[in-house]
DNA sequence: GCATATGTGTTGGCTGCCAATACATACACT
DNA sequence: AGTGTATGTATTGGCAGCCAACACATATGC
């Protein structure tokens, strides 16, 4: 996978992964990269400015919790998160439904061969 | 479609729109929009320096040609080109697959409910 | 002691698409 | 003759946004 592919998607990435329950920063990275069956490898560069830009604009909330001795910066989706992350894969199906079509272009249906 | 939509998949929608056969400039930029069925309008600032840039790399070839009084420089796929164009679409799918996946993931197949 | 894993965070730089701009020819209309 | 619109090629500057590199801290194993 070339570097700056999640370029423009970063954000779905990120709400996608915090659907299922809170995580931190080091397992956000890590869930991306499960579920991307090991080929997205997010770098801390890249998402904790954008874990930081999603809290502010209201997309994700954060707080700090204890493991045992060490501190965690916990993020979890907002009702407006949530909201946003629909319209985020709604996005995404366009997106690629539009490339897609260029790319491949689909023989009419109905047409033999 | 936001702007900056096709960054890092640029190349692989011009190599596509010319595997029919030649284009011209101009004529990319329709055929790109048509078949995503309106939703990409690429620039040409977006489409003259990269159709440079894909034949100086040896992908596309060109020649000037005069339709009536008009000149017009049309663009084709070298064989090269016909290889690349397999890698990206390859690259596409690998893309969007890893993308999708975290995106929505799949519940595993087999798996009860 | 030293390496490795876990954990948060910042800064500078570069890639690459886009908006704006410029220019030319052809044709229709007034 | 002048104006508008479609067709056609091309360049330049800007900037969004991801990443590499770096910095720092704690815990555990060898």
Redesign the pocket.
């Known amino acids: 996978m070339k ?9 779905g990435l990120l709400l996608a992964v915090l659907e299922p329950g809170p995580l ?4 956000i990275i890590a869930a991306v990269q499960n579920r991307s069956g090991g080929v997205l490898e ?5 998402i ?5 830009r999603l809290e502010r604009v209201g997309l994700l909330s954060s707080s700090w919790e204890s ?8 993020y979890e989706l907002t009702e407006e998160g949530r909201r946003t992350l629909a319209g985020e894969r709604t996005a995404w199906d366009e997106f690629t439904t539009a490339i897609g079509s260029v790319l491949n272009p689909s023989t009419p249906p109905g047409l033999p061969t």
Not at 24 to 27: D, M, S
Not at 48 to 52: E, G, M, Q, S
Not at 67 to 74: F, I, K, L
Request: aromatic share 6%; net charge positive; hydrophobic share 25%.
């Open positions: 570097t700056d592919a999640v370029r423009g998607h970063l954000d931190h920063g080091y397992a997010l770098r801390t560069g890249t904790y400015p954008a874990l930081n493991a045992g001795e060490r501190r965690r910066r916990c």
